[in-house]
């Protein structure tokens, strides 16, 4: 009897702490939204570039990509709320430094660059420590619905933050978005203080290839390719990135093209409600019974939305699809995401996430280098008016400006749906969940 309270005590208050981190987190993903909105704005206005504004998220992608595998090996060395408080208090400092650029009228276009870069720097300690944090402090059976509610804070900061980036942008300027970010950066650090996460037993695999800190960050690549289900559902994940990256390149300059930047404003809102419909359904739901669906049937039909998103200059045409591909992303993330935290050894998971964060994110600053580029040199050319598809796609697609960029998206959109369908045949992919065995057992795994 006394067992069973202890651990149902356990679990109340790791639920607790988590529900802790998650609201510090979510105000501080929304406060930087806010600058994230409105600093793209900024520079596309002041270059009207479709590859500069690629450029933008390009910094923002590149730090998660280099410094992963050194990043996994410090979250298994570290304490996890300690990354998590350096990674927000980093990101706050540079936060402050744009403020002050903007204040003092010196900001430039390569400031924010730089601004961004930094500051991805600091925040690619957060993802895996968080992640790790989370699978010590959820119950097993709750790991996908905490993946839903990780992602709720994306979701309501694509639907907020264009409406109130945009009132805030034209009353208050650019440097009082970023004031807010800061503020919003000492609140995270703040509720990270006030909690505590517990450390993981160490697991005789997590011994046996303790070594320099190269060695243990490789490791993470290492268990990932001797794993084959895990490695295709990665690769899955990494296949969709590049592709809807180079489509999500050219999609607010498309809608740029073609409506006023209020209607921009409006579209990001409705991303925002497809991200956040997903997370809704996931924290209710929970996820399928057999997570592999939950993780790649999303993606199949996200394909479908991004060919329906591209189609012709529809506002209606281009929220739906917008609001589909994004109502994919959450059922897809707390899917993938669940499975490999029942999966992996809570005192590996800081490297073996960092380079699964690695490979998956690696193809989302190849797809922006792709993209914008793409969109101006091959798509838009041969979509304007006497280009040489516009006799032939023309009729249905319409012509002119951005339409080059909704031809782009469409193809993207039919590479999304076959590539997809591809993995899901896959035999190793489609059973990972009972061919690997799982190595969390709830309360059982910390000191």
Do not use: C
């Not at 009132?167 to 609140?187: E, M, N, R």
């Not at 390719?225 to 498309?254: C, E, F, Y």
Request: charged share 10%.
């Amino acid at each position: 009897m006394e067992k069973k309270f202890v651990s149902k005590q356990t679990t109340s208050s790791g639920m607790r702490t988590f529900g802790v981190i998650w609201f510090g987190q979510l105000i501080s993903i929304i406060g930087s939204g806010l600058t994230s909105f409105a600093l793209g704005l900024w520079v596309y206005e002041q270059t009207g570039s479709a590859t500069l504004y690629a450029f933008n998220l390009l910094a923002l992608l590149l730090p998660n990509v280099l410094l992963s595998p050194l990043v996994g090996a410090l979250v298994d060395r570290w304490d996890r709320r300690r990354m998590m408080i350096l990674a927000d208090t980093g990101a706050g400092f540079v936060t402050l430094t744009l403020a002050l650029l903007f204040f003092s009228s010196r900001l430039a276009v390569w400031h924010i660059y730089a601004a961004i870069f930094t500051s991805a720097a600091f925040s690619s300690f957060q993802w895996p420590a968080y992640s790790a944090a989370t699978t010590l402090l959820v119950p097993r059976k709750h790991l996908a619905r905490a993946g839903g509610m990780v992602q709720m804070g994306r979701s309501l900061s694509r639907l907020l933050t264009p409406a109130i980036a945009g009132t805030l942008f034209a009353t208050g300027g650019l440097g009082s978005l970023i004031l807010i970010d800061f503020v919003t950066y000492l609140f995270a650090v703040a509720t990270l203080l006030l909690i505590r996460i517990p450390r993981p037993k160490r697991s005789a695999v997590a011994t046996a290839v303790k070594g320099s800190l190269l060695r243990e960050g490789l490791y993470g690549w290492t268990y990932i390719k001797a794993r084959p289900g895990l490695l295709g559902l990665l690769l899955a994940g990494a296949s969709w990135n590049l592709l809807w990256g180079i489509a999500n390149a050219v999609l607010v300059p498309m809608v740029l093209e073609l409506y006023s930047p209020d209607v921009a404003g409006y579209v990001s809102s409705v991303i925002g409600a497809g991200l956040l419909t997903g997370t809704l359904v996931m924290g209710v739901w929970g996820g399928p019974r057999y997570l592999v669906l939950g993780a790649l049937v999303p993606l199949i039909a996200s394909g479908l939305f991004a060919i329906l998103l591209g189609l012709r200059p529809s506002l209606a045409l281009i929220a739906i699809g917008s609001f589909g591909v994004h109502l994919a992303v959450p059922l897809y993330s707390a899917s993938s995401q669940a499975i490999w935290q029942r999966k992996v050894q809570p005192d590996l998971q800081g490297r073996v996430f960092a380079a699964r964060r690695m490979i998956a994110l690696s193809m989302t600053p190849i797809s922006y280098l792709i993209g914008g580029p793409l969109a101006e040199r091959v798509f838009e050319p041969l979509m304007m008016e006497g280009g040489a598809l516009a006799a032939t796609l023309g009729p249905v697609m319409g012509v002119g400006p951005g339409r080059g960029a909704g031809l782009q998206i469409l193809l993207m959109g039919v590479l999304i749906t076959l590539t997809s369908l591809a993995f899901f045949s896959r035999p190793r992919i489609r059973n990972v969940e009972s061919e690997i065995p799982d190595a969390v057992e709830d309360q059982e795994q910390v000191r």
